[in-house]
């Protein structure tokens, strides 16, 4: 009884990647990887990233208590502006 009816989904011709269909030529086929691009444009931020974080690990490393005074000073001054508000 189903199979007798028609259904809109099995007229349909182009429900392949892109609507390209089951018959499309190779040449409309080849498209280019997003996700790839996307890899190979993020490479030197992530490079540049990488070498961010190094440099500040061995800056915190050669200078742990210089570290320690900018944290709590940082931590002084946002707490008295948020005691501030009230």
Known sequence: MIAARNSAF???KDLHFGGLG????PRHVTMADPRR?????????LKKAREA???AN??????????VGLVAALGLTVGYLLSRRS
């Open 22 to 25: 089951a018959t499309a030529q």
């Open 37 to 45: 691009d996307a890899v190979e444009a993020s490479q030197p931020l």
């Open 10 to 12: 099995l007229e349909k």
């Open 53 to 55: 974080m190094e440099y």
């Open 58 to 67: 061995s800056t915190l490393r050669d200078h742990p208590w210089a570290a």
